[in-house]
C-alpha cells in the first residue's frame, strides 16, 4: 500500500505541475460551461413560452422539470466532453516515461507493476474527480431555477465517474504501448470515437446489432445513471471495463520489463 501511494502522489503532484493537465482541466470547464449556458438559456426560453401559452388560454402553467430538461443533458454533455479530453491526462503517463528513460528506473525499484499501473490509473482518476467538482458549480446554479432532485444528481455525478475511469483505463493502455505522447492521445481519442459512433449505429441497426453496439459502449451505460437509477448491470460493465483495460496495461508494462531484463 505505501508504494502504491508513493506513485499516486507522485503521479498526482506532476499532474499539478503539468500545463497540459489544466489545459485539459480548462477546456474541461469552458466546454460544460458553455453547454450550461445553452442549456440553461433554451430552458428560460421554454419557460416563458409556456408561461405565456398558459395566460393566453387562462390555463395553468406547466410544471418544468428541472433535472429531466436541464441537469440530465448536461450531464451527458459532460460525459462526451470527458471522452474527448480524458486522453490527455494519460497520454504521458507511460510515454513519458519510456521517453525520458524513467521507466527502467521504475522497473528496478521494489516497485511491482501492479503498484505502478494501479498508482497511475488511480492519479489520473483523481484528478479526473477533481474536474468534475469544478462543474458542480454549474449544476448548483440550476437550484436557483427550481427545486432538482438531489438523487438523480448525485446518481448521475457517479455515473460520470465511472464512464470516465472506462475512459481512462484506455487511455493509460494506450500510453502503455508507446513513448509518443501524441500517438497514446490519437490512438485513445480514435478509440472513444468509436464508442460514441456505437451509439449512432445502434438507432440505425436492427434489433440485434443495436442491442449489441449498445450493451458495449460506455456512453449508452450511462443513461439509467442520469435518471437516477443505478442498476448492477451497469456497475458491473464499468468495473469490468476498468478492470480490462487496467489488466491489459499491466500485462504491457510486464512484457516490457522482461524484454528489458533479457
Not at 197 to 211: D, K, Q
Not at 232 to 252: D, N, P, Q, R
Amino acid at each position: 500500500m505505501r508504494n502504491f501511494l508513493a506513485i499516486l502522489e507522485r503521479e498526482l503532484k506532476s499532474y499539478f505541475l503539468s500545463p497540459m493537465a489544466y489545459v485539459v482541466l480548462g477546456f474541461f470547464i469552458i466546454a460544460t460551461g458553455l453547454f450550461f449556458w445553452s442549456i440553461v438559456n433554451w430552458f428560460d426560453r421554454t419557460s416563458m413560452q409556456s408561461m405565456m401559452m398558459a395566460q393566453q388560454y387562462r390555463q395553468a402553467p406547466q410544471p418544468m422539470n428541472v433535472n429531466m430538461m436541464a441537469i440530465r443533458p448536461l450531464l451527458h454533455n459532460v460525459a462526451i466532453i470527458a471522452l474527448f479530453l480524458l486522453p490527455g491526462l494519460t497520454m504521458r503517463l507511460f510515454a513519458e516515461e519510456k521517453k525520458q528513460g524513467t521507466m527502467e528506473l521504475l522497473a528496478t525499484s521494489p516497485l511491482s507493476n501492479w503498484q505502478i499501473t494501479l498508482g497511475k490509473f488511480a492519479a489520473a482518476w483523481a484528478f479526473y474527480l477533481v474536474m468534475l467538482l469544478a462543474t458542480g458549480v454549474f449544476v448548483g446554479l440550476l437550484f436557483f431555477f427550481g427545486n432538482p432532485e438531489i438523487k438523480p444528481i448525485l446518481s448521475g455525478y457517479l455515473g460520470l465517474l465511472l464512464v470516465g475511469g472506462s475512459f481512462l483505463s484506455l487511455g493509460l493502455l494506450f500510453s502503455a504501448f508507446t513513448e509518443n505522447q501524441i500517438i497514446a492521445f490519437v490512438s485513445a481519442f480514435a478509440v472513444n470515437l468509436m464508442f460514441l459512433a456505437l451509439g449512432w449505429l445502434a438507432s440505425f441497426s436492427g434489433p440485434t446489432l443495436a442491442a449489441f453496439f449498445t450493451n458495449i459502449s460506455p456512453l449508452e451505460h450511462f443513461d439509467d445513471f442520469s435518471k437516477g437509477v443505478i442498476d448492477t448491470k451497469h456497475l458491473i460493465f464499468y468495473l469490468s471495463f476498468m478492470f480490462g483495460g487496467i489488466f491489459l496495461t499491466f500485462v504491457t508494462v510486464e512484457s516490457s520489463r522482461w524484454r528489458g531484463a533479457r
